[in-house]
Nanobody, 127 residues
């Protein structure tokens, strides 16, 4: 059973940066695509970014393109989300999730496609 733990959420000023981490355990990390999602109060989770199991594919929602970067460290069983030029509109609870697809070169930012979820980490962007 794959388990995921997010960390790195914090209060940051507009224009600042944060790096979120998603640490995996309990199963073979290399087989899983990882997605980052966020949830605003009162709304459904939305996709932010994803990375395929073999790192061949990454994807970003339009609102974060050019500001956020996803990466994975196989040796540490960890996926990172580097978030730059943060705005108050990025304030949300951020979740990572994992899914094992048939092909290792695919990932998705659709929340319903993911079976394994972390507990979330709060990101607040405010002055």
């Amino acid at each position: 059973q794959l388990q995921l733990v997010e960390s790195g959420g914090a209060l940051v000023q507009p224009g600042g940066s944060l790096r979120l981490s998603c640490a995996a355990s309990g199963s073979t990390f290399d087989y899983y695509a990882i997605g980052w999602f966020r949830q605003f109060p009162g709304e459904d989770r939305e996709g932010v970014s994803c990375i395929s199991a073999n790192e061949d594919m990454t994807d970003y929602v339009d609102s974060v393109k050019g500001r956020f970067a996803i990466s994975r460290d196989t040796a540490r069983n960890t996926v990172y989300l580097q978030m730059n030029r943060l705005t108050p509109e990025d304030t949300a609870v951020y979740y990572c999730a994992a899914q094992r697809y048939y092909g290792r070169s695919y990932c998705s930012t659709v929340p319903s496609e993911y079976d394994y979820w972390g507990q979330g980490t709060q990101v607040t962007v405010s002055s």
